[in-house]
């Protein structure tokens, strides 16, 4: 049965650092492709970064230079290391696992998803 556990987030100060992580059961992280989405109290569910099977990562703007995605794959774990951090980065994180290789940052081409870990970044 496939499980996505996410861990990690915290409450933070701007500018400050975290890392989440998720460990994945049911899937592969090599063979399917694995993303981070957040979602913020009254809005949408917004994908912010992913990792295709071959290797290509891809990123809201918003996050872009601050933001890495990455695998491990001897684990099979994704993480995503966040970097100056904003308080308008503060969010639910969910992992997600997609039954594609590839698939845009779009909630609906995922199918499995983990419980969430709740990252608040104060001004």
């Known amino acids: 049965q496939a499980q996505l556990v996410e861990s990690g987030g915290d409450s933070v100060q701007s500018g400050g650092s975290l890392r989440l992580a998720c460990t994945v059961s049911g899937y592969s992280v090599s063979k399917n492709c694995m993303a981070w989405f957040r979602q913020a109290p009254g809005k949408d569910r917004e994908g912010v970064a992913g990792?295709?099977?071959?290797?290509?990562?891809d990123y809201v703007d918003s996050v872009k230079g601050r933001f890495t995605i990455s695998r491990d794959i001897a684990k099979n774990m994704l993480s995503l290391q966040m970097s100056s951090l904003k308080p308008e980065d503060t969010a639910m994180y969910y992992c997600?696992?997609?039954?594609?290789?590839?698939?845009?940052?779009?909630?609906?081409?995922?199918?499995?998803w983990g419980q969430g870990t709740q990252v608040t970044v104060s001004s």
């Open positions: 997600a696992a997609s039954s594609f290789k590839t698939a845009p940052l779009k909630a609906s081409f995922f199918g499995h």
């Open positions: 990792f295709s099977s071959d290797g290509t990562r």
